[in-house]
């Protein structure tokens, strides 16, 4: 054989398989985690362009790599292309800026990133065009329900809004632009004219101008152990106001006394979405006028797009977690246990939200030397709870906790009287009434003392300690009526009682606990009010100083179940409207559950003969944060709604917003 015949062979060959009918597509198999990228995988998940715009390139003539090394050409074939259905064209314009707004947000420099304006007009057609695919198509949203590029392209609308809103106010910080009314003005992007529209916010005109705008999906929180979110359109942001950060109190003591009791949420969570001009798919995409509309996620579960009814975006833990992050609570509350002169003085109220009058409210009173951080899941998993958010507002109460039991039940109804007549100066909103008090440990006592009824009781045991007539007596009475004399507050319907030891625990009593004790130390001014006290029954009956309720104990000497006020106060008559429930912890494994104990508080402290319900679990003293506790805190306000019902009015809508997310029944 020749050489030429020998080197035509293979070429021979190959036309002789060709000819047979040789495959020209093989079949491979991949795994179930190939699938789901392949199907799910986008440039939001892995920073490439998902199969179905690589697909839609790849029509045109294109391919991932050529659309980034010539965007520009390779956006306006897609523009232009008449091989393409609307949907694939928007949805692969959506994702394209998308990539190429992610690549400009990574560059370095003072004119690139995050806060370019460059940066912000490709988030903002991406939004664009992903507004346009969602609503401006043949197709609606609810025709693509269970598509998975609908959802992708989705969250290209959702991640864009955050980004651009972001972006924007960060150059508004930088800039300081404000219009006439002292509102933020967006700064201009380009050929982009923005406006805002705040209206559903209810915004009060004392409000003030955040200090920042941070995503709520950029935050991780280790501690809580859900973050509760629903799911929609619109970025789900968190305000950082310029109310200070929780502080126990005030920088001097005339501050402290005209201080309001009461912080509303320094971190508010926000639901802000962009609407971009334009009635058909021809107008959306030639403006360049977008209003940003910003809503208040817990009012607000809907909104109109494009003449349909949505779903918004939320996140309801974020805000409450960054407020928790940045509060030093921890440290705040051993200060004020110890007298430090940087601790707490008085009871403050913190809002979980925006205070909303529909919404009936709950109100927990941590224990001692604990502050809010008692409740970290207990309140995120109640607000988790779609049918408790819709119905409840989350009020905790952050008190000194070195102070003694009778100082604490005035000062805290004091507070919250005042709080409820500073939102309902009229005392008729759905949050006024039907309150729920839930307390843990010293912050259950004192929930029971808010809705009992201390007749004469406690002050005729000063009497017969201390023999008084005429003149005296009424002084004395009258220094110490807000003290001893006291009514359930009306507006409490119902009590939570966690681990409470409303008889007083041996405890208190040990070695370890009076040596607590003794370095307890009382604020100067509360030490010298009760001084004055003192010594003038002192002078009435010499000797007896140690007799009678108000011999000046702190917090530790009131816990134990051999103090005067404890004794003499656990058997005051409740508000026989009031219903009470009890959760005991049981950390005495073998014991019968009436000499059990959950190590701190023993159950026959904690019980209580009367309660709707009682829940004995296995459980430490901190027994509020068990699951199953936590449990049945939600099962118990669910009860609470049938018991006094509400209604879900669907015809009750917040003017040109949406649909609210709850309102009163009629009575």
Known sequence: MTASRFLALPALLCTALLLAGCAGVTVGSISPSEYLAQRRGDVLITGKLSTSAEEVLRVIGSDADQCTANGQVCRQALADSTGLSDEQRLSALSEVWLQVALAAGKASGAAVGPAAPETIEAYLESARHAYAYLFFTARKPRDRAFEDRQTQVRDYYNYAVQQAITGLFSRYRQNGHASQDGLPRVPQVGAWRIDTDLSALELRPEDPVPQALIPAASLTFSGLRNTYRRDGFGAELVVETNQPAPSPRPVDNKTEDNAPPYSEMPFPGLTALLRFEGTDLRQVLATHTARIVVFDPYRTSTTRLAEQDVPLAANFTSGYGLWLARSD????????????????????????????????????????????????????????????????????????????????????????????????????????????LIGHSMGGVLSRLLVSSSGDKLWDTILASYPMQGAQQQRMEQRLAPYLRFEPLPQVSDAIFIASPHRGTPFANNRI???????????????????????????????????????????????????????????????????????????????????????????????????????????????????????????????????????????????????????????
């Open 513 to 667: 606990a009076r040596w607590v004790a003794n370095l307890i130390t009382l604020p100067v001014a509360m030490l010298g009010q009760l001084n004055d006290i003192s010594r003038e029954l002192m002078r009435i009956a010499p000797g007896k100083q140690d007799i009678g309720p108000l011999r000046i104990p702190n917090s530790i000497d009131n816990l134990s179940d051999r103090d005067a006020f404890v004794q003499m106060s656990s058997d005051l008559p409740m508000n026989p409207r009031v219903r009470f429930h009890s959760i005991i912890g049981n950390d005495t494994p073998g014991v019968v559950q009436a000499l059990s104990s959950d190590g701190i508080v023993p159950y026959e402290s904690a019980h209580l003969d009367g309660a709707a319900s009682e829940l004995v679990l296995r459980s430490a003293h901190s027994v509020q944060e068990n699951p199953l506790a936590i449990l049945e805190i939600r099962r118990i306000l669910r009860e609470q709604l049938l018991l006094t019902p509400r209604c879900q009015d669907a015809s009750a809508k917040l003017p040109g917003v949406g649909a609210a997310e709850g309102r009163p029944c009629a009575r």
């Open 329 to 436: 609570f921890a440290r705040q509350a051993l200060h004020s246990l110890f007298g430090s002169a940087d601790g707490l003085t008085k009871p403050r109220i913190y809002l979980m939200q925006p205070y909303d009058p529909n919404r009936r409210t709950v109100i927990m009173l941590h224990g001692l030397a604990s502050s809010p951080e008692a409740w970290i899941n207990v309140a995120n998993e109640v607000l988790g709870d779609e049918t408790l958010r819709r119905n409840y507002q989350i009020w905790q109460v952050y008190y000194p906790t070195n102070a003694p039991l009778a100082i604490n039940n005035f000062a805290i109804r004091q507070a919250i009287t005042e709080t409820l007549a500073h939102f309902d100066p009229t005392g008729k909103a759905e949050a006024s009434r039907n309150i729920t």
